[in-house]
């Protein structure tokens, strides 16, 4: 059973920076990529970046570029995202997911975690 737990999330004030870590269990060795999403209250989910293991290609949201970084670590099957210089509007909750398919950039993924809550006071 693959199983994905976010980690990292707290409250920060603007500017500051928070690294999230996605943890995977199960036969996610064979995932093809993670990527991370973030959904504020009474928004829709939205896309903020991806990584593809085979050969840490990644993928960020306009919004996100210049300030995330997604990074993995193979040994510990970790996929992090390093975020700085956050601003309020990055508050919301934060998934982690991963995709067996090898479309690149994912367009859809297999499995998500349970998020981890990110809120950036002004």
């Known amino acids: 059973q693959e199983q994905l737990v976010e980690s990292g999330g707290g409250l920060v004030q603007a500017g500051g920076s928070l690294r999230l870590s996605c943890a995977a269990s199960?036969?996610?060795?064979?995932?093809?990529?993670t990527g991370w999403f973030r959904q504020a209250p009474g928004k829709e989910r939205e896309f903020v970046a991806c990584i593809r293991w085979s050969d840490s290609s990644t993928a960020y949201a306009d919004s996100v570029k210049g300030r995330f970084t997604i990074s993995r670590d193979s040994a510990k099957s970790t996929v992090y995202l390093q975020m700085n210089s956050l601003k309020p509007e990055d508050t919301a909750v934060y998934y982690c997911a991963i995709t067996f398919g090898w479309t690149w950039p994912p367009s859809s993924y297999d499995y998500r975690g349970q998020g981890t809550q990110v809120t950036v006071s002004s």
């Open positions: 199960g036969r996610t060795f064979s995932s093809a990529a």
